[in-house]
């Protein structure tokens, strides 16, 4: 062994399976006796977080745990622990900046082209959890370094609209009071569901995937005196295996069901109505839709607007097979069931799925979802109806809320409340976002689940507003693959308590 020769050490989920006191110990000894070298280490981060459980768990099962994360739960712990054990520079990335910082756009094209793929969330998770280490010792290894510009590059600009959180926005945080979450006593899971209120304050569940497979059956959400109780309907309303599609509720009481997809490759392209009478199942028919209509897609979002006296169905993003990330705009009469061109002014939003859209004054709210390069996006735009059609306007909120993509957004008493979702640029994972549609002012507020099985994953899920004495909303549904970790479905519906943020 040459000891002054430059040396690569490579340490791939290594590490981590020894007590932490003697893989201290051989970092330190590699910096002491190898004056020109670089360290290059891949292990797991953030074990306190849902996935970090369902990880943690995995490896307990193997009677192999993972000794740093307790010493070392996160990346900017673990540059500090090398540079305290002898080494010169330390540069750390998750996995999401890795890939999309590091790796060139055409690279990034050619991976996600070799198969049909719509794990976002399992797969940005996944990466959240991972992280890739370089330090060095010696001149000559510091240009072996990664560079930690990528871990910023994602970010945006704090003066964007799209933007981070500032560091102030941030610390008051821990002002805010949270918000309680309890868990509901009945059964219900699913991915990728979508969710409508009915007459009476019951919800309409379709869709979606649970441990039986695709193709959930219809289920009815009915809430009585002594709470709330599940249902499943007859076949009659079953809409078929779809998932990723979007339940808007309409004047009149129905449900329109639109796109979807049963596969990667298969998308779902018809229209179905459902309507429903308190005491009797829900009744789905297909609708025959006139005029030229919009690609099929799924991960879109929808919402009721009105132009003219007259009630639409707005369909605004979404992805296919073909197209990564859309930003096309749709409309169809409910009048007479024919898609329609509307003339709509301004600057559209940037093309997204995974996004949110909600009914507002006769117009639309969008916010965030996931853009065409990969990347969260954190801005709220308005389309505001006018005389000759609609006009969107992008919303200057302050400080901009955390960008984030596979949530749910509704409006109550002039804010727009998003809950849950993915996001990349924070510890943690996301709870609730304020946003006051009079002062364009936000905040971040965290969801109390020390009364919820523990984890809580709160994407690929559905919400509604429950009627009930006190504001509150309803979580349905939601989980995910962890990795080879294991698939976590949230087993029980869970309501928040929303009077903390509407004082």
């Known amino acids: 062994m040459d000891w002054a020769a430059p040396t690569l050490i490579l340490s791939e989920v290594v590490l981590t399976y020894m007590e932490t006191q003697r893989s201290d110990a051989v970092i330190s000894w590699a910096a002491r006796l190898l004056p020109q070298s670089l360290f ?30 307790t010493q070392y739960p996160d990346i900017s712990a673990q540059r500090q622990r090398f540079l305290d054990k002898g080494w010169q520079q330390c540069v750390t990335l998750d996995m999401n900046q890795f890939y999309l910082g590091l790796v060139s756009e055409e690279e990034r094209d050619r991976v996600e082209s070799l198969e049909p793929f719509d794990e976002y969330e399992d797969w940005h998770q996944k990466c959240a959890h991972y992280f890739i280490l370089t330090a060095s010792t010696g001149a000559l290894m510091q240009q072996a370094l990664l560079d930690p510009a990528a871990g910023t590059k994602l970010r945006p600009s704090p003066l964007s609209s799209e933007g981070q959180p500032s560091s102030s926005h941030l610390q008051l945080l821990s002002s805010v009071p949270s918000c309680r979450a309890q868990p509901v006593p009945i059964c219900v899971e699913g991915l990728g569901m979508a969710s409508s209120c009915l007459t009476g304050g019951h ?49 009149g009481g129905a449900v329109l069901l639109y796109g979807g997809r049963s596969s990667p490759l298969r998308p779902v392209a018809d229209v179905l109505r459902v309507s429903f009478q308190p005491g009797s199942f829900p009744q789905a028919e297909p609708l025959i839709c006139a005029g030229d209509p919009p690609p099929p897609r799924w991960r879109h979002a929808a919402a009721a607007v009105r132009h003219r006296d007259r009630d639409f169905l707005f369909v605004f993003g979404g992805k296919n097979q073909s197209e990564r990330a859309m930003g096309d705009t749709a409309f169809l009469s409910l009048d007479d069931q024919r898609w329609t061109q509307i003339p709509v002014e301004g600057v559209a939003p940037a093309p997204r799925h995974s996004h949110s859209a909600c009914s507002y004054e006769g117009g639309v709210l969008v916010f965030g979802g996931l853009s065409e390069g990969g990347a969260p996006l954190g801005d709220t735009a308005m389309l505001r109806p006018t005389e000759r059609g609609f006009c969107w306007e992008e919303m200057d909120v302050r400080p901009p809320p955390e960008p984030r993509y596979s949530h749910r957004a509704h409006v109550l008493e002039q804010k727009l409340l998003v809950v849950g979702g993915v996001w990349m640029f924070s510890e943690g994972v996301p709870g609730l976002a304020v946003i006051d549609l009079i002062t364009r002012t936000s905040m971040e507020v965290s969801l109390d689940t020390a009364s919820v099985p523990h984890p809580l994953m709160l994407h690929s899920f559905c919400s509604e507003l429950a009627a009930s004495e006190e504001p509150e909303l309803l979580l349905i549904g939601g989980g995910g693959n962890c990795f080879s970790f294991g698939t976590h479905l949230n087993r029980h519906p869970v309501t928040v308590d929303l009077r903390a943020v509407l004082i």
């Not at 074990?47 to 369902?54: A, I, L, Q, S, T």
């Not at 490896?59 to 192999?64: A, Q, R």
């Not at 005196?225 to 004047?251: F, I, N």
């Open 40 to 69: 290059v280490m891949y292990e797991q981060v953030r074990p306190h977080d849902p996935f970090g459980c369902v990880m943690q768990e995995h490896f307990l099962k193997m009677n192999s745990p993972l000794h740093a994360l």
């Open 203 to 251: 919800i309409l569940l379709t869709g979606g995937a649970s441990r039986a497979g695709r193709g959930a059956e219809t289920r009815v959400l009915l809430r009585g005196r002594e709470g709330w109780s599940v249902v499943c309907a007859e076949q009659s309303a079953d809409p078929g295996g779809r998932l990723h599609h979007s339940a808007t509720p309409l004047p």
